[in-house]
């Protein structure tokens, strides 16, 4: 089990609604979870950064959605929410209901479509009382509100008594660049990137105690971007590659240069200089599997960048304090079924 994990766990729920059914088997579902966790010669580190899902829209065997959680202290920070992004941090070994504040990169459908799920399935199953408050570009009233009628009759049929509507409640914060949040000495910063048909388009840095993780969101090679990853300990990175076949395709043209090639990657990280670099939302086109992974870094180590850089892989946790670790996926034996009922 990764250290730190303890912190999720351990959690106290928000709010605590006795009237829930449940709540005595589920708190002590939790403690199970927690015995299972417990590594008490780890303090924390400062953040804990989640890749629940590494993939783009593609569907690859082994890689869900892209989605990323930052826990600190206290805190449980999500961003963006692709395809089957509740069972990905379920499999991290924390309860979904407590993912409550989310950010949004931008509002293509791969980074929402696990959205619903995480809005639903932890308010009527583990009984989150809380409501969701999500930050996203121009456009997120609108996309919740058409989330809320697409879930209407769901909606209509589930509220009662014991799973009150209060839970299903979304506060939506739309964002400008620059800080747009803060709590006990974390900071997220939004800038603005460059994502062609899927602008307007962020990414984000967070900033806790002298240590700083920056995602890149979906963007090509921006200043924006080399500006906000300078120095940073982890800069998690889209990046797209394709076949030779398919890179010479003119239709392909228009795809390649929304995100970022390796040899863009090559140029951002010999400029930015961060402690590490982490590829996710891999998007590949007849690259498959492993041989595809190994031939995106070999395109970064041609075009000039020797420093760490590294495929992500779902599930792999990044430790960031003085050292910058990357853990594998924890296993999931023995994780309890999870069922608030
Ligand atoms: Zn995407
Ligand atoms: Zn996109």
């Known amino acids: 089990m990764v250290p730190g994990l303890v912190l999720s766990l351990a959690k106290p729920e928000r709010k605590c609604d006795d009237r829930i059914e449940g709540e005595i088997m589920r708190k002590l579902l939790l403690l199970a979870m927690l015995l299972l966790g417990t590594n008490a010669a780890n303090a924390a580190p400062t953040m804990l950064v989640h890749l629940l899902g590494t993939g783009g829209?593609?569907?690859?065997?082994?890689?869900?959605?892209?989605?990323?959680?930052?826990?600190?202290?206290d805190e449980l920070l999500l961003f963006d929410a692709g395809r089957g992004v509740m069972q990905q941090i379920y499999e991290q070994g924390i309860n979904p209901k407590w993912v409550t504040r989310i950010f949004l990169t931008h509002l293509h459908s791969d980074h929402i479509a696990g959205l619903p799920d995480l809005w639903m399935t932890p308010w009527f199953l583990l009984g989150r009382t809380a409501p969701l408050e999500i930050w996203g570009p121009p456009g997120?009233?609108?996309?919740?509100?058409?989330?809320?009628?697409?879930?209407?009759?769901?909606?209509d049929s589930r509220v009662d008594r014991f799973n009150t509507i209060w839970g299903l409640e979304v506060t939506v914060h739309e964002i400008v660049p620059g800080k747009v949040y803060e709590r006990a000495g974390l900071v997220v910063t939004a800038f603005a990137v460059k994502h062609a048909d899927g602008d307007p388009a962020f990414g984000y840095r967070i900033d806790r105690a002298g240590h700083s993780v920056v995602l890149s969101g979906d963007t090509?090679?921006?200043?924006?971007?080399v500006t906000a990853a300078k120095g940073a300990d982890l800069l998690v990175q889209n990046v797209i590659a394709f076949s030779p076949r398919l890179t010479s395709r003119p239709e392909m043209q228009m795809v390649l240069a929304k995100l970022t090639t390796p040899e863009q990657a090559a140029e951002l990280l010999k400029e930015a200089q961060p402690k590490l670099a982490i590829f996710s939302h891999i998007v590949k086109k007849?690259?498959?599997?492993?041989t595809g992974d190994d031939a995106i870094i070999a395109r970064?180590?041609?075009?000039?960048?020797?420093?760490?850089?590294q495929?992500?892989?779902?599930?792999?946790?990044?430790?960031i304090d003085d050292k910058v670790t990357v853990s594998p996926p924890p296993s999931t034996v023995g994780l309890p079924e999870l069922d608030g009922k």
């Open 286 to 290: 007849e690259l498959p599997g492993r």
């Open 220 to 225: 090509t090679l921006t200043p924006n971007l």
């Open 57 to 73: 829209p593609e569907l690859t065997p082994d890689r869900q959605g892209y989605a990323t959680l930052i826990e600190a202290p």
């Open 140 to 155: 997120t009233h609108k996309m919740i509100a058409g989330m809320r009628a697409m879930y209407g009759h769901d909606i």
């Open 311 to 319: 495929i992500g892989h779902d599930r792999e946790v990044v430790s």
């Open 300 to 309: 970064v180590r041609l075009a000039g960048y020797a420093g760490p850089v």
